[in-house]
């Protein structure tokens, strides 16, 4: 027996929003189905009485630029993202990150807007979207607004998403390098791991001179949504990286990082070592590409 009776591929939003208004929350949005049609298969989700594919959808598949905001459709796949020469020079820790995600088949289908919408606290592509301090534009049955992607999370594997809501697609400002703003990612995972990282983490900085003007640090898992530290962030402003600005920041993203023993994955204390490891990599990185003005994505996947 199919986890699903009927399939729906929409070609606009408003067709979607008709599907999910009409099956009364007893319908799933799909994208690529790598978490979604699992879930389903193995039991992990009550059965759905349809899926709506948002896939077809043009303006969700769109990646532009306008008016100094970077946009990207929820349903652009991590594949799409590694190849868009406007993020690696925008966006260059959601391309690093994206560009880690599974393997070539899960990236040609798997989408940004399923990674933040399956709520985990450590999603590679949501880790970026946080550091870029990204906004998503939700669709539903009374209209669309930006809300920041932080405020989709409600807990781990909890989206804060009504059941007849959509991504449309995503928004950011910043990583302009000729500004002097950049980013970086950086992530550790088992060799053999599947889909759950032990540790990733983003960074955005923005330069004023040799002095960092500002930063954003996202990072998990770290707690039961993806983390910012604000502390570390704010304790950066106005100084440069030289090894006490580093030091400082690592003390303070351990005070406020709540890293726990994973059964299959790690201990905390290995993750509090990999705190230092990934801020000490992605820190320097991002502000060599914010001070020479060149990003070139690293780190990604065969
Ligand atoms: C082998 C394997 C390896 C993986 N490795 C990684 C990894 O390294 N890092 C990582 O972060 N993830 C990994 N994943 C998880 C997964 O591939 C990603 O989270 C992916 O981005 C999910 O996107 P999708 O389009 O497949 O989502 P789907 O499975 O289609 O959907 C996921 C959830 O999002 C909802 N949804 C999808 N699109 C929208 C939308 N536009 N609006 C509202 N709700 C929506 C669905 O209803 C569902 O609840 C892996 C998965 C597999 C199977």
Known sequence: MSAWDHYHLPGTVAEALTHLVRYGGAA????????????????HRPRVAALVDVTRIPELTKISAADGWVYVGAAVTHTAIVASPLLAERATCLVESCGVIGGPQVRNVATLGGNVAHALPAGDGTLSLVALEAEAEVAGPLGREWRPVRALYGGPGQSTLAAAEIIVQFRFRGGDLTQHEASAFRRIMRPQGVALPILGLAVWVALDGPAIRAARIALGPAGPTPMRALAAEAGLAGRALDEAALEQAIEQVWSAAQLRTSAHRATAAYRREMVAVLLRRALTLAVARARTGVAVPQGLGE
Request: glycine share 18%.
């Open 28 to 43: 799933k949005v799909v994208a690529g189905g790598t978490d979604l049609l699992l879930d389903l298969e193995q039991g």
